[in-house]
């Protein structure tokens, strides 16, 4: 003969019973069923949306948009807001296509080095942190015959070519034997490190040919 079940005035009907603890087994109230499916419902909808099919940007992609516009208007270029560039595929492979173009020469195809330094390596002449970089870049190395590229490129396209820069680093791809410091992330600037750019360079006169002559040194 089965035993019957009991019933609690608070709990309602009792299922198990173990050492005088009560176990009931009640049907969970609508309101909590609702919001536990909505929430599973709005999170598959949100990921498809943002993160699958691209349908709007992100809150992060949004946020990554408007550094990037505050940048190119005259605002401040930080570590951050070029990590969050190197994070775009597209501005990496602009990156990419512009270095071919414009730095290979020197750097060889993959940043393995020829003229110019191995940029492939964890070591840097000119300081290895995104701003340092950035600013190496746009300003160029007089006394090592690298030009000024950001007159040349635009603002936009110096952060592209930074961020294919930042993907390579640490790859190791074999060249030229390792110059400069090693830089460490995080770590505070070494004496021969640019400081941070605060803005973008001034538009200077444009070379009187829309790119450098070939014999000139590229990055």
């Not at 005088?20 to 499916?37: H, K, Q, S, V, Y």
């Not at 992100?58 to 990554?64: I, L």
């Not at 940048?71 to 597209?90: C, F, H, K, P, R």
């Not at 460490?184 to 360079?201: H, K, L, N």
């Amino acid at each position: 003969m089965s035993e019957s079940r009991r019933t609690d005035p608070i709990q309602g009907e009792i299922v198990h019973e173990y050492d005088g603890i009560l176990e009931a087994d009640n049907r969970l109230p609508n309101w909590w069923l609702a919001t536990f499916f909505g929430a599973i419902a709005f999170g598959a909808l949100y990921w498809f949306a943002y993160e699958s099919w691209h349908f709007a940007q992100s809150p992060r992609e949004q946020y990554t948009a408007a550094m990037e516009a505050a940048a190119e208007a005259g605002g401040e270029v930080s570590d951050e807001m070029l990590g969050l560039i190197a994070e775009n595929d597209q501005r990496v492979s602009d990156g990419r296509n512009t270095f071919a173009s414009n730095c290979a020469a020197c750097h060889g195809q993959r940043g393995e080095g020829q003229i110019g330094p191995n940029l492939t390596d964890a070591n840097w002449i000119h300081g290895g942190a995104p701003t340092s970089l950035y600013t190496t870049v746009r300003n160029g190395v007089p006394s090592a015959g690298m030009p000024a590229w950001g007159p040349v490129l635009g603002e936009r396209t110096v952060q592209s070519v930074v961020a294919y820069l930042m993907s390579i680093r640490d790859t190791n791809v074999p060249g030229r034997e390792p110059q400069g410091d090693v830089w460490v992330p995080g770590a505070a600037p070494s004496e021969g490190e640019p400081a941070a750019p605060s803005e973008p360079a001034a538009p200077a006169e444009a070379p009187s040919a829309a790119a450098p002559s070939a014999s000139a040194p590229r990055i």
